[in-house]
Nanobody, 125 residues
Framework: QVQLVESGGGSVQAGGSLRLSCAASGYTYRGYMGWFRQAPGKEREGVAAIYTGGGSWYASSVKGRFTISQDNGKNSLYLEMNSLKPEDTGVYYC????????????????????WGQGTQVTVSS
C-alpha cells in the first residue's frame, strides 16, 4: 500500500521561503512524482514534477523560484520554495504515478494515482 505524507507547510510573508517534504512508503515503482497545489475555489494545478531516471518540470508561475528534488535512499520528495508570493497560497499535495497508468503529462493531476493528504501554505503580503 502506497502512502504519501507531506510536511513543512506553514505561514510566511511574501518573499519568504519554505521547504516541503513528502515521505513515501510502499512506493516501489520509481516513476514520476510531483507537487500540486489547490487554492480555495480553484482547480488543483501542477507545480513541479520529477522523474526518477532524470528530468524535472515546473509550472511557468514557479520556474526559477521553486526546486523539486528527491532522495531515493530516503524515499522522500522535496519542494524548496523561495521568493514566495501571496498567489502561492494553497494546499500542497505530493503525488506519485503508477506503472501502466494513463499518462496526461508531467503536470497533469490525472497522470498521478497516489496522493498525500496535503499541507497548507499561506503567504501573506
Amino acid at each position: 500500500q502506497v502512502q504519501l505524507v507531506e510536511s513543512g507547510g506553514g505561514s510566511v510573508q511574501a518573499g519568504g521561503s519554505l521547504r516541503l517534504s513528502c515521505a513515501a512508503s510502499g512506493y516501489t515503482y520509481r516513476g514520476y512524482m510531483g507537487w500540486f497545489r489547490q487554492a480555495p475555489g480553484k482547480e488543483r494545478e501542477g507545480v513541479a514534477a520529477i522523474y526518477t531516471g532524470g528530468g524535472s518540470w515546473y509550472a511557468s508561475s514557479v520556474k526559477g523560484r521553486f526546486t523539486i528534488s528527491q532522495d531515493n535512499g530516503k524515499n522522500s520528495l522535496y519542494l524548496e520554495m523561495n521568493s514566495l508570493k501571496p498567489e502561492d497560497t494553497g494546499v500542497y499535495y505530493c503525488a506519485a504515478d503508477r506503472y501502466g497508468g494513463t499518462w496526461y503529462g508531467q503536470l497533469s493531476a490525472r497522470s498521478y494515482t497516489y496522493w498525500g493528504q496535503g499541507t497548507q501554505v499561506t503567504v501573506s503580503s
